[in-house]
């Protein structure tokens, strides 16, 4: 039952994301309602415990990857104000609050303090969604400047968090000596740790595919646990080996791309249906005063007063700095630390989760959704390019490729000198594979019969992948034991490739004859009505006569 329900949760997630990609309500959002819904359905769960243990597991996933996703080329320009914005900002954005939650709301002074320190970062998954899912490339490599900071200033939050519960607990401890080692071991562990994996990934092979992927995920299960061990930050050891490592190449990096993709927003779907799914909805809606009070101050004076006076040396255009005022949204991370607050047996006078549950909830959906909008009022947007290009994540999916050809008998290619190939596209012959020996290709080498010449060239990745159909051609099938010209294709479609059991893959022609169990892989485009219908129907069906 257990499964079937989970099972349940993840397809009605999926339709979340299209609905938020359409609508521009950000997904997260979304699966915070949808836990919501079900706890509201009879749905009962109130285990705090295991809530924590997985915000822990998510978050260390998220930091990671948003480190792994970090273009450094692009952050660079702005790693400054986006380290200051991580680190100083979130201080200053906290001890604000706090001080509002104090003097203005009557709050407890450390306890004001403790919830402003857990709702002081920027929430990466939020902001990375919107900007991807939206495609807010924005101008002075903004987009670039609030992935790092969102992706790097939990840290601070958490260590900030720990300093105040450990004052209200009464613990023992050295609050400098805290915040040095939480800091200062981070750091240090983070480095090494992603030395010592860098250089094991450039010296390890491994045969099967995948298991890059599996020595990355324990690369990163022993970071966060030594480093925590030691008394250091995980969260920021765990950021610095993600941006490290996904700044480099190496053998599998596409594997553990692909891998992290999917990883990743199962653990985001999870995390955020179980903080709705926690939550009560009686007693959000008597938080809800005090956390819409906290949310637009934290919107309107405490973000942006800190996002001023902290870049003001940078002299930053006005526009820029409200967008980057507007972009604090609020979020898992948040909700994770308000958890571990729960957790502490703290002594605190105050709904302290669903607070923070509900500042998170107002901020994703009132902020999040004001983004695009505002984002072209302002004048933000640059249409030049497309913010993708500043995840690591994207880019590595496009990457080269290589394509195989073998001259046959007969061949008008026999005989001709490879500076003789005129090759009109970005391509190049890579190398010339003749009679078991690989052969570098030069301009006057001549190519032989049965030569296999190999050309590279950059991939092409379909971000939607809908363009692409294959099917394997079943017995008693219309198009079995006939050639590719006798098919009478669509207009809008084309075969570009057969792969057949003992030939391996086939570049069809129109004389190509197709078998039963043939796999067929097609290109799909969308009918373009200004195409004259004779063109389409006499040379469209007919393209691969051409070949």
Known sequence: MHYLIIGIILILALFAIRFSNKHGIPALLLFIVLGMAFGMGGFEFEDFEFADSFATVALMVIMFYGGFGTSWKMAKPVA???IILSSLGVVATALVTGLFCHFVLGLELLEGMLIGSVVGSTDFASVSNILRSKNLNLKFNTASLLELESGSNDPTAYTMTMVFLSVIIGSKVSIPILLLSQVAIGIALGFAFAFGVG???????????GLHAVFMASAMLITYSATGMLGGNGYLALYILGIYLGNMEFRGKRDIVFFFDGFTEIMQIGLFFILGLLSDFTKFIEAFPLALAIMVFMTVIARPVSIYGL???FHLKRNQLNMISLAGI?????????IMAVNSKAAISVDIYHIVFGICVLSSLIQGSLMPPLAKRWDMLDPSDTVLQTFNYYQDKAEIGFLETKIPSGSSLVGTQVKDLNLQFNFIVAKIERDGKTIVPRGPMTIEENDVIIIGGETHFDQSGQDLIEFTIPRGHQWGNKHVKELKLPIDRLIIM????GSGTIVPSGDTLLLEDDKVIMIKVEHDSQIPETDQAGEGNNSHERK
């Open 498 to 501: 057969v792969q057949r059991k």
């Open 80 to 82: 400054k104000e986006a």
């Open 311 to 313: 870049m003001l040396p």
């Open 199 to 209: 250089k094991l990934l450039k010296n390890l092979q491994f045969q099967a595919d």
């Open 330 to 338: 609020r979020g898992g991370a948040a909700i994770a630390f308000a």
